[in-house]
């Protein structure tokens, strides 16, 4: 079996997938620090297994045998090894270490066509990175639509040995969400690519901790549903609810992760209210919410008091934002100890806002400031960038989402790799464009249908400080534009701000906040709106 490890410079043949990229031109190199206390080492082997995580036998891609992956817990200073067995019989594969910097790794990022090329059927490749930063993260699939087939787990970092988060807590529960559908990914990724564009369709069910239910509800005889059939809390062992076991009058830190291919989900416990204390890997001013709204890849810890009556059950409750919901709610339950787990709650489960509810949801975004002591913002950039977030047409008949109307078309060789060696016939040398056409009308489908592709990054020199408007707009399709989650690995950036109609230098630099403004590693642009972000390129790599 073939070997590669994530300090060594292989590069073989990837299989392309999709992403925003960033070049930091500096030299590569690891700088592991003094404080690391431990190496932490795993042999995972990646492959399909049957599983039934609604209920509903399928096909999903497991780690060792289990779903979701197993979770890695490190603390600051760390090392993590893992050696990645690709034992799927026909598929490349690579995980990406979501809101991990990879300050001196970046081959470790597990980005295909990116970072790395894809580990081949029957090869190995070792991945191996300091953690420098306490928080919630995770790690998922990140070739194809890996990650829709379950390969994901968590990635949970304390504090160094000795020290202690800014907040008290009892226990813990650590939460993934995400969304499942009964087709393939092979037919969905078939689907999606073909012309025309043939729809997936929304998920089937919502999953926590893998497990969900998409026939029927457990809460059926509380909600006005047209399946009135009552399920049990019980099931075969795949698909039991995942139960939050609690004890009365005890704080509980909640770490919640959305690892969604698609859907924008809205949390919510019965009679509980939640106190935000962490977004992404960063602390944030603590504020009381009955309810958070959560896009793919975002993670929060929230703080729960036990408090309510202890005879009683809770419900805890998932939803679909965003989009017009046609996939049945999360449910499951908060069981207060000893209480039986078949003991229902009294009361229904909290009604996720309706799914268009934009305001409600820009509220809670707008409650995310950064808390006492954290990093602040150079006051100025050095260099602004403008992201127009379009649907377009290719070639006729393709659907794709296209920057600045550039829909990326990855290179065979890795950019990493062809920057660090200097193969510059590679990838177009050629950068994206940096801005669009100041008279583009946001609120109308885009005049030119057709986008071009292109494999151009964006360079960064060291130190720059770097503002990235990201700018929404409509789709295709008359009076529409969606929510869109973005990610940057490698960096965490300050969200300056969010708005209404398209982002202008003149009237909207005065909104900006250069106080408090919450460092994360994902951001949402609202339909039809903007969102800024700042960072520093201080970490270099692709």
């Known amino acids: 079996m073939a070997t590669k490890v994530a300090n060594q410079p292989l590069f073989p043949m990837p299989f392309p997938a999709m992403f925003f990229l960033l070049s ?15 190496t932490r080492h795993y042999t995972w082997e ?123 807590y009892d226990e813990e529960i650590n939460l ?16 999606l690519s073909s012309s025309p564009m043939r729809w997936i369709g929304e998920p089937q069910s919502i999953l926590i901790n893998g497990r969900g239910q998409s026939n029927c509800s457990i809460a059926a005889k509380y909600m006005n549903m047209k399946k009135m059939e009552q399920c049990k809390l019980s099931g075969s062992e795949q698909c039991a609810p995942f139960i939050l076991e609690v004890k009365p009058n005890k704080i509980y830190r909640i770490r919640i992760t959305s690892t969604t291919s698609l859907s924008a989900l809205n949390f919510a416990i019965g009679k509980h209210k ?12 603590p504020f009381l919410t009955s309810d958070i709204d959560i896009y793919s890849g975002e993670s929060y810890s929230v703080l729960i008091n036990t408090d309510q009556k202890p005879s009683e059950n809770y419900w805890v409750s998932l939803g679909i934002r965003g989009r017009d ?3 049945p709610p999360g449910l499951t339950i908060l069981n207060y100890l000893p209480n039986p787990v078949s003991k229902l709650p009294t009361s229904p489960p909290p009604e996720t806002p309706k799914w268009n509810d934009y305001d409600r949801s820009k509220n809670f975004t707008f409650q995310i400031l950064a808390a006492m002591g954290s990093p602040k913002p150079p006051l100025k950039s050095t260099r602004r960038i403008f992201l127009l977030n379009t649907q377009n047409k290719m070639n006729g008949g393709y659907t794709k989402w296209a920057i600045n109307n550039v829909s990326l078309a990855l290179p065979s060789t890795p950019y990493l790799g062809a920057i660090k060696i200097g193969l510059n016939h590679t990838f177009d040398q050629n950068p994206p464009p940096e801005t669009y056409p100041e008279d583009y009308d946001i609120n109308k489908p885009p005049p030119n249908r057709n986008t071009i592709t292109g494999n151009g990054v964006y360079r960064f020199q060291i130190g720059e400080i770097v503002d990235v408007v990201l700018q929404n707009a409509n789709t295709l399709n008359d009076k529409h534009s969606e929510i869109h989650p973005w990610h940057l690995p490698g960096h965490d950036f300050w969200v300056l701000g969010y708005g209404e109609g398209k982002f202008s230098s003149a009237a909207d630099e005065t909104k900006l906040n250069l106080k408090n403004p919450p460092l994360r590693n994902t951001v949402v642009i609202f339909p039809f709106g903007w969102t800024v972000l700042r960072f520093v390129a201080d970490n270099p790599g692709v």
């Not at 070739?143 to 968590?154: E, N, T």
């Not at 087709?183 to 990724?189: G, P, T």
């Open 46 to 168: 990646v492959e399909y297994m049957f599983w039934s995580p609604d209920c509903k036998e399928n096909l999903v891609m497991g780690i060792n045998g289990q779903f979701p992956g197993p979770t890695i817990r490190a603390n600051v200073g760390d090392t993590v090894v893992v050696e990645m067995i690709n034992k799927l019989s026909t598929e490349d594969v690579v995980i990406h270490w979501h809101g991990i910097l990879q300050k001196g790794t970046p081959w470790a990022d597990g980005t295909a066509s990116i970072s790395q090329c894809a580990t081949n059927p029957g090869e190995s490749f070792t991945y191996q990175f300091v953690v420098d930063k306490p928080g919630t993260y995770f790690y998922h699939g990140h070739l194809g639509m890996q990650r829709a087939a379950g390969l994901y787990g968590s990635l949970i970092v304390d504090p160094e040995e000795g020290e202690k988060e800014p907040f008290h």
């Open 274 to 285: 939640l106190l935000v204390v962490e977004a992404d890997g960063n602390y944030v001013q």
């Open 325 to 327: 919901p046609k996939t």
């Open 24 to 38: 930091i031109i500096f030299g590569f190199g690891i700088t592991l620090s003094d404080a690391v206390s431990q």
């Open 176 to 191: 993934l969400l995400s969304d499942w559908w009964h087709e393939s990914i092979l037919k969905q990724e078939i689907g």
